[in-house]
Nanobody, 128 residues
Framework: QVQLVESGGGLVQAGGSLRLSCAAS????????LGWFRQAPGKERDIVAA????????YYADSVKGRFTISRDNGQNVMYLQMNSLKPEDTAVYYC?????????????????????WGQGTQVTVSS
């Protein structure tokens, strides 16, 4: 089992920045693909960004390309999402996720069904 805990959310004005962190415990996620998703009220949970097991391949939703950057520190068992030029439409609960199905291969993955473990989420609110 792996536990994921997100942090770094909050209230920010449009154009501002936030850095989300996802800390894993219980086992290492160094060999697993990771992803950030978000869910706004009344909407489905959608991919924001994903990263493969060694950080060499990434995926971004079109809506965040050029503004958000995903990264990981396998030595610290942590993943990050740097969010710049935030917009009100970025307002959502942000979740991190990882897989239990394969190690040291594969990814990034961009759908909810590809992930097995999820954090509780952190709220990001962008005011106009």
């Amino acid at each position: 089992q792996v536990q994921l805990v997100e942090s770094g959310g909050g209230l920010v004005q449009a154009g501002g920045s936030l850095r989300l962190s996802c800390a894993a415990s219980g086992r290492t996620v160094a060999g697993s693909a990771l992803g950030w998703f978000r869910q706004a009220p009344g909407k489905e949970r959608d991919i924001v960004a994903a990263i493969n097991w060694n950080g060499q391949r990434t995926y971004y939703a079109d809506s965040v390309k050029g503004r958000f950057t995903i990264s990981r520190d396998n030595g610290q068992n942590v993943m990050y999402l740097q969010m710049n030029s935030l917009k009100p439409e970025d307002t959502a609960v942000y979740y991190c996720a990882t897989r239990a199905r394969e190690y040291y291969s594969g990814g990034p993955y961009d759908t909810v069904d590809e992930y097995d473990y999820w954090g509780q989420g952190t709220q990001v609110t962008v005011s106009s």
